[in-house]
């Protein structure tokens, strides 16, 4: 099963759980299930059904340009990445 780790500003919802194991094919269907699993998920990393402004996510160490499309394998892991800004 693909493994999430939970950005800090949702680990609230998990309980404090950093890192779970979750079925899910793709980054779409992961969320759904975090957010099954734990109400409100969805909301923190969606907005109008697409990754809020300034969040990415990696699969595997890559940040994928297919967003919610990317494709999970059973080993992947997954991050949420928060956009550093700076000047």
């Known amino acids: 099963m693909p493994r999430v780790h939970i950005p800090a ?20 269907r992961l969320i759904g299930a975090l957010d099954e699993r734990f ?9 109008d059904g697409e990754l809020k402004p300034g969040l990415r996510v ?4 890559h940040v994928s340009a297919m967003g919610l499309l990317a494709q999970l394998e059973p080993g992947s892991q997954v991050h949420f990445l928060l956009a550093i800004g700076g000047g």
């Open 58 to 61: 990696a699969v595997d160490g």
């Open 39 to 47: 109400p409100g998920f969805a909301d923190r990393v969606l907005e």
């Open 9 to 28: 500003p949702a680990r609230d919802l998990t309980g404090g759980e950093v890192e779970l194991e979750l079925e899910a094919t793709s980054v779409r």
